[in-house]
């Protein structure tokens, strides 16, 4: 299997062998981060842009880290202090960064398709570090990397998505990821939280976060994004950790063994009690981890598909 | 001028001719029609193979100006309507300023009067300033030359002020034309909610948002006994609703654009702009509907709804681009190569939605060949396949949701009041 | 790719590994400080066979890792430089010890130059000694082998195909002819 792609757009365009490649190598990414020299010369001389729309430090950071873990050159363009506050087109923005001869632009953007339409204007490789609420592919990869070295193999997981599934790309981004992997996916929201046809996406749908969690081998707790729809209605916090956040109560029903993951930033006491995000069945921390690997094997297998 | 169009088939639906005929056109009027007249002419047009029927009265089209001649310009629309077969349009009033007091709509018409290729119609605003609040002097507007009213682009979202608007209009034979949509159901979505708009992440508009609409200004128009006119049908739900109420009696007609027959909301999967329109495209459940309702004789009219947009405001996120796509262009030959061609709709019958039922729901004597109208013709060679190419459009903006697709139809003569004003 | 010769069969692959296990002691003087590194995929079958004779004839356990040289490659920003990245296995220090980098076949030299660049990423070895199955020429660049199972004049539009039972379910070298 041979990666053929320019760019990583999201998980609904791969089939099972290409994210599987992607897993694998970033399997193989993993060790460099563990030398004393955390370097590898593979891109170097290459030049990847972080061209951030969102205000993000976690996942630049980790595409930033990989990058340079890689030997490439990494530049930060954050949208609050560029040009496009002058009000320069996203394509525009693009293709002067090609012109600056960059090879990679990973791109966060907090309108859905933005990556899309960036890849289709540019030649140079675009990496989709997250588009509005439609994917975050390489959130999605790190958290099954985790999975599967927690858990063996994704096949025939039980795994329960719960929280604002209707404004998470990172919710899409899972589900297209596990199933195509053969994993069994819930997801697990109020009403107003689950997006219309949802279930075409060949996941079950719940109101109950305990009947959720019921057979789950592993659950991953998705941020409440309050501030990505000013006008949708959200619950109120409280009643929605009564109803939904993930406590040592309810895990104490659920399989002893039960993953917790968290794309992060957590919000403690919403979504999940600061006792399970600390707790031994949480993998939050080794997600982050994990999230370098996975830019890695991006990075360098987008660098490799152009030819 | 004096023309004779010889040897072509001439379709006429009103006078229920679909033949091989000559027609003769003297001082801007169909003077004749005949097998082999031989009546010597100034110009002879041969016809032979091609179809001859009744221009396009295309009765939602936004001109554009005056305000906004960046888009689009009476000149540059009216010159791509007539390279297409368009004689007859009826420009939406949501200009700037807006058609909503009589010295705006003869603004327009000095425009008109100077820059038209074509028959350049007028409808007005229903409220100032098309803001939904204050209603408009119906009976000055039509004075001042206005044919029907509208807010297109928006909905009138009070019950009240709908209700007074359909009496003022009936009061004065005025056809209203609703855009509906229920704005706190649509709420800033940008394509049709379902499956597909969860998988792309974007908001949807729901189905429910058009046709709650719908119902409800029939259900106004009925209660006042006014003509109202439904703008692009987009869904089922809405074809069902309307086909109810002309069932009952109630004085309602409507007419749907060519997207909503031909595309559905899966040709947005790669966010597409050019595709992005209002009301969405919707599933492929809803175009059969809406070919049914074409077939079925629900909807009355076909319009291109030609909403021309910059290359600035459509080449950006598809969140933020503009509503709208051009279609004076491509409406026949989508019309021919998606209802014609699979059998849907003879060839007479398209005349009949896209020429002579927009006229008789306007009240004006156009899409006919009957001795003594105006000479408003096309000939159209309805076999010859054409590639949409963006550089080809004439329209200024050239956002079309049929780039690089493959129609059926070509039109060779367009010839407006005895005149041909195109010809390729 | 048409099959040329048979140049070693299963006994010549043992005997070869086996004599090579042999000199690695002897120019060591025994097994202290001694370690061993595979490069993927065929190299780590024999670095395990190494280290399975010196056991048998020392008694000792010698350290042994796996090398993926694939991120240290020179034809990596080539189009036909599509390359598969598998793990890296190294889980001792390499600090002064006398390291035997072992291979398959060695040919032009470059996977050894990308393995060294490698190498050097894990420390300071005393020093770096390299064993290979098959020495096959056609150098493009300043190393050599140590120890060498078996040299093989071979001609550039041939390849030696080194297949092994951990890989290929047989021990056998061939001569084949690229069509």
């Given at each position: 299997m041979l990666w053929t792609r320019k760019d990583l757009l999201g998980l609904e365009y791969l089939n099972r062998e290409e994210i599987e490649l992607i897993l694998d190598t970033a399997s193989s990414f993993k060790e460099v981060s563990t030398r004393e020299i955390k370097k590898v010369p593979a891109l170097r001389g290459k030049t990847a842009v972080n061209l951030f729309y969102e205000p993000s430090t976690r996942t630049r950071v980790s595409f930033e880290v990989a990058a340079k873990r890689l030997s490439a050159d990494v530049i930060n363009i954050a949208a609050e202090t560029s040009s496009v506050r002058k009000g320069e087109t996203l394509i525009d923005t693009g293709k002067n960064i090609q012109a600056l001869k960059a090879d990679i632009v990973i791109i966060r953007h907090n309108c859905s398709g933005a990556a899309n339409m960036l890849a289709r204007a540019l030649d140079i490789s675009v990496v989709n570090a997250g588009d509005g609420w439609h994917e975050h592919p390489t959130q999605a990869l790190l958290d099954m990397l985790t999975l599967q070295e927690k858990l063996g193999s994704i096949r025939g997981l039980h795994v329960t998505i719960v929280g604002d599934i209707a404004h998470s790309r990172v919710a899409r981004s899972n589900i297209w990821g596990l199933t195509k992997l053969g994993a069994q996916v819930t997801v697990c929201a109020p009403e107003i939280l689950i997006p219309a046809g949802i279930e075409k996406m060949g996941v079950n749908i719940s109101n109950n976060i305990d009947q959720a969690l019921k057979n789950a081998d592993a659950v991953n707790v998705l941020r409440m994004q309050f501030e990505r729809d000013a006008n949708a209605a959200f619950p109120e916090q409280l009643e929605y950790f009564k109803k939904f956040g993930i406590t040592s109560e309810r895990l104490a029903k659920a399989k002893k063994n039960i993953i917790v993951m968290h794309p992060g930033p957590i919000n403690r006491g919403i979504e999940v009690s600061s006792e399970v995000a600390d707790g031994e069945n949480s993998v939050i921390l080794e997600q982050v981890t994990n999230g370098i690997a996975v830019r890695m094997a991006v990075l360098f297998l987008v660098s490799q598909g152009k030819g | 001028m004096n023309i004779l169009i010889k040897g072509g088939r001439v379709i006429d639906p009103k006078n229920k001719i679909d033949a091989v005929m000559d027609i003769l056109l003297e001082n801007g009027k169909i003077s004749k029609i005949a097998k082999n007249i031989t009546t010597k002419t100034e110009t002879f047009i041969d016809a032979h193979g091609k179809i001859v029927a009744p221009?396009?009265?295309?009765?939602?089209?936004?001109?554009?100006?005056?305000?906004?001649?960046?888009?689009?310009?009476?000149?540059?629309?009216?010159?791509?309507?007539?390279?297409?077969?368009?004689?007859?349009?009826?420009?939406?009033?949501?200009?700037?300023?807006?058609?909503?007091?009589?010295?705006?709509?003869?603004?327009?018409?000095?425009?008109?009067?100077?820059?038209?290729?074509?028959?350049?119609?007028?409808?007005?605003?229903?409220?100032?300033?098309?803001?939904?609040?204050?209603?408009?002097?119906?009976?000055?507007?039509?004075?001042?030359?206005?044919?029907?009213?509208?807010?297109?682009?928006?909905?009138?979202?009070?019950?009240?002020?709908?209700?007074?608007?359909?009496?003022?209009?009936?009061?004065?034979?005025?056809?209203?034309?609703?855009?509906?949509?229920?704005?706190?159901?649509?709420?800033?979505?940008?394509?049709?909610?379902?499956?597909?708009?969860?998988?792309?992440?974007?908001?949807?508009?729901?189905?429910?948002?058009?046709?709650?609409?719908?119902?409800?200004?029939?259900?106004?128009?009925?209660?006042?006994?006014?003509?109202?006119?439904?703008?692009?049908?987009?869904?089922?739900?809405?074809?069902?609703?309307?086909?109810?109420?002309?069932?009952?009696?109630?004085?309602?007609?409507?007419?749907?654009?060519?997207?909503?027959?031909?595309?559905?909301?899966?040709?947005?999967?790669?966010?597409?702009?050019?595709?992005?329109?209002?009301?969405?495209?919707?599933?492929?459940?809803?175009?059969?509907?809406?070919?049914?309702?074409?077939?079925?004789?629900?909807?009355?009219?076909?319009?291109?709804?030609?909403?021309?947009?910059?290359?600035?405001?459509?080449?950006?996120?598809?969140?933020?681009?503009?509503?709208?796509?051009?279609?004076?262009?491509?409406?026949?030959?989508?019309?021919?190569?998606?209802?014609?061609?699979?059998?849907?709709?003879?060839?007479?019958?398209?005349?009949?939605?896209?020429?002579?039922?927009?006229?008789?729901?306007?009240?004006?004597?156009?899409?006919?060949?009957?001795?003594?109208?105006?000479?408003?013709?096309?000939?159209?060679?309805?076999?010859?396949?054409?590639?949409?190419?963006?550089?080809?459009?004439?329209?200024?903006?050239?956002?079309?949701?049929?780039?690089?697709?493959?129609?059926?139809?070509?039109?060779?003569y367009t010839i407006c009041s005895g005149k041909i004003i195109f010809k390729r | 790719m048409q099959i040329k010769a048979k140049i070693m069969d299963t006994e010549a692959v043992e005997r070869a590994i086996t004599r090579i296990a042999h000199e690695i002691i002897e120019k060591n003087k025994g097994t202290e400080g001694l370690c061993l590194v595979g490069i993927r995929n065929r190299g780590v079958h024999i670095a395990s066979r190494l280290a399975a004779c010196v056991k048998k004839i020392e008694n000792a356990v010698v350290p042994t890792g796996a090398l993926d040289i694939t991120l240290y490659r020179d034809d990596l920003a080539c189009a036909s430089g599509r390359a598969v990245v598998r793990k890296t296995e190294i889980d001792f220090d390499i600090n002064n010890k006398n390291l035997v980098l072992v291979d398959d076949v060695l040919y032009t030299g470059r996977t050894i130059r990308a393995a060294l660049d490698a190498l050097s990423d894990f420390g300071r070895p005393r020093s770096i000694q390299l064993a290979v199955l098959v020495d096959r020429g056609h150098r493009e660049l300043p190393i050599r082998a140590d120890f060498v199972g078996k040299n093989i004049p071979t001609a550039c539009n041939e390849s030696v195909e080194v297949r092994l039972k951990e890989s290929d379910q047989v021990d056998e070298v061939l001569i084949a002819v690229k069509e």
């Open positions: - | 221009g396009i009265v295309d009765m939602h089209v936004h001109l554009r100006e005056p305000g906004r001649e960046d888009k689009e310009t009476v000149s540059s629309a009216t010159a791509a309507a007539a390279s297409a077969g368009v004689t007859t349009v009826l420009a939406m009033p949501n200009t700037h300023p807006a058609m909503d007091c009589a010295e705006n709509i003869n603004l327009l018409k000095k425009i008109i009067s100077k820059s038209a290729k074509i028959n350049v119609l007028i409808c007005a605003a229903i409220s100032r300033g098309r803001l939904g609040q204050e209603l408009n002097d119906f009976v000055k507007l039509q004075k001042a030359g206005a044919l029907a009213v509208s807010d297109d682009g928006s909905s009138v979202d009070s019950d009240v002020l709908m209700l007074a608007a359909l009496k003022a209009a009936a009061k004065c034979r005025l056809l209203t034309i609703c855009h509906c949509e229920d704005k706190s159901l649509s709420c800033f979505g940008v394509m049709n909610t379902g499956f597909n708009s969860t998988r792309l992440g974007l908001r949807g508009i729901s189905k429910a948002s058009e046709y709650k609409r719908i119902e409800r200004d029939i259900k106004l128009a009925e209660k006042v006994k006014a003509a109202v006119h439904i703008a692009h049908l987009s869904c089922s739900e809405s074809v069902e609703i309307v086909a109810k109420a002309k069932k009952r009696g109630v004085l309602v007609t409507c007419e749907t654009a060519p997207h909503y027959f031909s595309l559905t909301e899966e040709a947005l999967l790669d966010y597409d702009t050019n595709k992005k329109m209002n009301p969405p495209l919707r599933a492929p459940s809803d175009l059969l509907a809406i070919k049914q309702g074409l077939k079925d004789g629900t909807i009355d009219a076909i319009a291109s709804d030609h909403a021309p947009h910059t290359e600035n405001e459509k080449n950006i996120e598809f969140e933020r681009a503009e509503f709208g796509v051009v279609g004076l262009e491509t409406e026949l030959a989508v019309g021919i190569t998606e209802l014609v061609t699979p059998g849907i709709l003879s060839l007479s019958q398209l005349m009949q939605k896209i020429s002579l039922n927009p006229s008789r729901i306007l009240g004006i004597d156009k899409g006919t060949l009957s001795i003594g109208a105006a000479a408003d013709i096309m000939i159209v060679s309805a076999d010859q396949l054409w590639t949409v190419e963006k550089k080809k459009l004439l329209s200024k903006s050239r956002n079309s949701a049929f780039l690089g697709k493959q129609l059926r139809g070509v039109v060779d | -």
